[in-house]
């Protein structure tokens, strides 16, 4: 039995992603299916379906390529560390943020954004896939560990919020989300990226945002 040369099964799972990638530039999501793959790729049927289980999949392999080539959580760690400021923690957080932004949502905004609308119109198909996608993982873990951050902060006194820090939070995480809605729109489907003169820019909105919320810690 012939030998399968080293690194040929990773060769063959960049291959479909990146005839994947490729479909999508020019095809909405949900009209994308596993034969237009099979087609762009060239490969048998069974070749396919050997590294990916169902179109989800694929797209869920998009998802975690750039975010494990990028690696959020491994930037923001280091800003925990004790001998940094409130302060250089939350803009270096929304710093690496809005570097993931300029880098992914050109590359791959598209797709990802209509995947999300694929999962609000099939909850089921969320929780079903969700364990695998490392971008929820890495962006949750960085919330998650910023928010006991901050909590133990206020706990110790160092920190005065000026509002309750739960919708410190939830002012965040939607800000964010309508960031990388309004830079995906802009992006990816040729619509205006300016209003009225404003200029969407990944770090420029990330920074906006991380000033506001040390404003609402009282860090300002």
Not at 8 to 23: P, V
Not at 86 to 96: E, K, P
Not at 132 to 152: N, P, Q, S
Request: net charge negative.
């Amino acid at each position: 039995m012939p030998k399968v040369p080293e690194g040929y099964g990773e060769k063959m799972r960049g291959l479909i992603l990146d005839a994947a990638l490729e479909i999508c530039r020019t095809k909405p999501v949900y009209e994308v299916t596993m034969r237009d793959i099979i087609r762009q790729t060239r490969l048998s049927v069974g070749t396919v379906y050997r590294y990916f289980e169902d179109i989800d999949d694929i797209f869920i392999g998009l998802t975690n390529r750039n975010q494990d080539e990028y690696q959020l959580w491994a930037h923001c760690e280091p800003l925990f560390a004790d001998d940094h400021s409130v302060q250089q923690v939350i803009l270096g957080i929304f710093h690496y943020l809005g570097e993931y932004l300029a880098e992914s949502i050109p590359a791959e905004g598209k797709f990802a954004f209509e995947m999300n609308i694929k999962f609000l119109a099939d909850p089921e198909l969320y929780e079903k896939k969700k364990n695998g996608i490392t971008e929820v993982a890495d962006f949750e873990k960085l919330m998650h560990h910023t928010m006991r951050y901050l909590a133990g902060k206020v706990e110790a006194g160092l920190l005065k919020p000026v509002m309750p820090l739960e919708h410190i939070f939830a002012f965040a995480v939607t800000s964010l989300d309508g960031m990388v809605r309004d830079l995906t729109l802009a992006r990816c489907y040729s619509l205006p990226g300016d209003d009225a003169g404003v200029t969407l820019d990944e770090l420029s909105l990330t920074g906006a945002l991380a000033r506001s919320l040390l404003y609402l810690l009282g860090e300002a």
